[in-house]
């Protein structure tokens, strides 16, 4: 056989496994970029909504003395602000259909409070005709509880601030560790690095515990929804989490989410008063990134990203924009 020959035949066999590559390759490019538009916008609408976490439009409701971090959290301007960016970001700002089949890929959203955290999940109704629906709703505040060997009762805060009952002798007490231990007989109490430890451990597995169950619970909403995906609750990491619960925060759960031949499955953390003390805005004006501080100004156009800093945005390719060019 002739060279000639031998090189239209290999031709012939090779080019189709080069073609199913190249498209696979595509595939998996356009993959990638969607599964960092997602994770854009996830973010950008937990910082969103971690930042509404904290004004309140009563003096009363602002952080106590005894704790900064001790606020009352704004729940429903968090979820405003969260949906509204997660929004405009994914493109369906006006589209109530879209916006209903996005919500079922978040299973759970949770908001750590001071004293104890909220879920906002599935809860299931029956309507008009008898038959079941679901939506998202506000479960009542979880405090952050404890209960030792002894029968002791603890009420955990995000900081040293606890509330301990003592069976024995009747008694409630109120206050910070340090101030209240040498009057008290519960044990944790008086070891401070023990008190830490069994304080975050608290905090912790309750919000673990309740997400699982509810995220799991999630599964039964979306087979109605035509959905095959099997939501859990995703590993996150114990750094992670004592990052979460050093001040109030929100945490979002996106899953499930077709992306080529496989799921986008995603959490986003946004701590309130970090964000509050120094955050910069991205956004996109005629294909420009731009970014500005957001304690100075604010702009009607949606935030693509959020970073803490200049040096961060500029990495990510934004520009620094004057308060006076966003009017």
């Known amino acids: 056989m002739k060279i000639t020959s031998l090189a239209a035949a290999f031709a012939m066999i090779v080019f189709p496994f080069f073609i199913i590559n190249q498209i696979h390759a595509d595939g998996q490019k356009l993959s990638l970029r969607t599964e960092m538009r997602y994770n854009a916008a996830i973010d950008a609408a937990v910082q969103d909504a971690a930042l509404m ?8 409701f602002e952080a106590q003395y005894e704790s900064a971090k001790n606020v009352r959290a704004n729940l429903e301007a968090a979820m405003d602000a969260f949906y509204r960016t997660l929004y405009v970001n994914f493109g369906i700002a ?8 996005l919500d079922v890929y978040i299973p759970a959203i949770v908001v750590i409070g001071y004293d ?4 906002y999940a599935d809860d299931e109704f029956a309507n008009r005709d008898g038959e079941p629906e679901s939506r998202h709703v506000w479960y009542a505040k979880k405090p952050y509880a404890y ?5 002791n009762s603890l009420s955990f805060t995000l900081d040293e601030f606890v509330t301990a009952y003592e069976p024995g002798t009747q008694t409630w007490r109120r206050g910070f ?3 209240i231990a040498s009057s008290s007989a519960v044990p944790l109490l008086q ?19 309740d997400l699982q169950y509810y995220i799991n619970r999630h599964n039964a909403v979306a087979k109605r929804y035509g959905v095959s995906y099997t939501f859990t609750l995703p590993a996150i990491s114990g750094e992670e989490w004592n990052n979460t619960i050093q001040d109030v925060g929100v945490i979002a759960f996106v899953q499930g ?3 080529g031949d496989r799921y986008y499955n995603n959490y986003a953390l946004g701590g309130a008063r970090i964000v509050k003390r120094g955050e910069f805005a991205g956004i996109v004006a005629n294909g420009i990134k731009y970014y500005y501080r957001r304690s100075e ?4 156009l949606p935030t693509q990203e959020t970073f803490q800093s200049e040096k961060e945005a500029a990495r990510n390719g934004y520009y620094p924009l004057a308060c006076s060019n966003l009017q």
Request: proline share 7%; aromatic share 8%; charged share 25%.
């Open 257 to 259: 989410i077709p992306i």
């Open 53 to 60: 976490l904290i004004p309140n439009e009563k003096q009363e």
């Open 297 to 300: 100004c604010s702009s009607p």
């Open 191 to 209: 070891d401070a690095a023990v008190f830490e430890q069994v304080r975050r451990w608290t905090i912790v597995s309750s919000i673990q515990g």
């Open 147 to 151: 209960r030792d060997a002894a029968g």
């Open 116 to 119: 104890g955290y909220y879920l």
């Open 177 to 179: 560790r340090r101030d």
């Open 94 to 101: 006006d589209d109530p259909q879209a916006q209903a089949l």
